[in-house]
């Protein structure tokens, strides 16, 4: 059975950091596109960044130039690097796993992420 977890949440105070990881396993994890969604209360999930297999990124506008998404295949991990949180980025973060051409989609149960202004 495929399990996809989350890690390294937790408060900090505005314009701190925090690093996400995600383990997804047992998988083929270098097919998987992998990316970090988040729901903060009363709001839709969202994207917040995911990465293919070949390192190539993609954003949300929101985290731009603070937030850096990195993967380690041979860990079959995905990282979350957050800098300069802010209070709006309060949410719980959900871990994604994807290989498309297998119709395969696997989430994690999600990690809060907790910012004080």
């Known amino acids: 059975q495929v399990q996809v977890v989350e890690s390294g949440g937790g408060s900090v105070q505005a314009g701190g950091s925090l690093r996400l990881s995600c383990v997804a396993s047992p998988v083929a994890f270098k097919y998987y596109v992998t990316g970090w969604h988040r729901q903060a209360p009363g709001k839709q999930r969202e994207s917040v960044a995911n990465i293919d297999n070949d390192g190539r990124a993609v954003y949300a506008d929101s985290v731009k130039g603070r937030f850096t998404i990195s993967r380690d295949n041979a860990k079959n991990t995905v990282y979350l690097q957050m800098n300069d949180l802010k209070h709006e980025d309060t949410a719980v973060y959900y871990c994604?796993?994807?290989?498309?051409?297998?119709?395969?989609?696997?989430w994690g149960r999600g990690t809060q992420v907790t910012v004080s202004s």
């Open positions: 994604n796993a994807k290989w498309p051409d297998a119709n395969l989609d696997f």
